[in-house]
């Protein structure tokens, strides 16, 4: 049995006894689950997915965007995250949470990264100004752009 798999059912139990809980934090979630499909379609994650109040999600370290996927579809009304260190998969999952066309964080107005190299952070501010400056073109209404010096 894949170990994730068995943490994510004892998740997924303790999400159904708590449906009131708010703040959710991960130390650790390394591995991806091998048949993410069955859990998804479970009776526990349907259910768990449309009652639970997960507002705030915190994962500590080394996480993966497909397991970041599972958790915002597990929690929809997340508003909040909170990154730590990932090797390989803070753009990836950058990308994922800020998409314009993800359906499953329309909830969340905060992402916070808790550790990026210099040059990261300076990509993802072009990013975000790039993405205002055609807002502001399309909708023709006043958007405010970072200044190069923030």
């Known amino acids: 049995m894949n170990n994730i798999f068995y943490e994510l059912n004892i998740f997924i ?4 006894l708590t449906p009131n809980l708010h703040t959710v934090t991960w130390i650790s979630i390394k ?13 526990a ?22 397991m970041m996927e599972v958790l915002i579809h597990l929690c929809p009304r997340v508003q909040y995250i909170s990154l730590g ?7 990836a999952t950058a990308h994922y949470l800020l998409s314009e066309i993800n359906d499953a964080t329309l909830h969340l107005f905060s992402l916070c990264i808790r550790v990026a190299s210099p040059h990261w952070i300076k ?4 990013i975000i100004q790039l993405k205002l400056l055609i807002q502001a073109f399309t909708y023709g209404g006043q958007e405010y752009v970072l200044k190069s010096g923030e």
Do not use: P
């Not at 591995?31 to 009776?43: A, G, H, R, V």
């Not at 260190?85 to 753009?91: F, G, H, I, N, Q």
């Not at 990509?123 to 072009?126: D, E, G, P, V």
């Open 45 to 66: 994650y349907q259910l768990v997915s449309k009652q639970n109040q997960v507002k705030m999600i915190i994962i500590q370290s080394n996480y993966t965007k497909k």
């Open 85 to 91: 260190l990932s090797d390989r998969s803070l753009d």
């Open 31 to 43: 591995n991806t689950l091998k048949d993410l499909l069955s859990l998804q379609e479970s009776k």
């Open 123 to 126: 990509y993802w501010k072009m």
């Open 13 to 16: 139990n303790l999400l159904q």
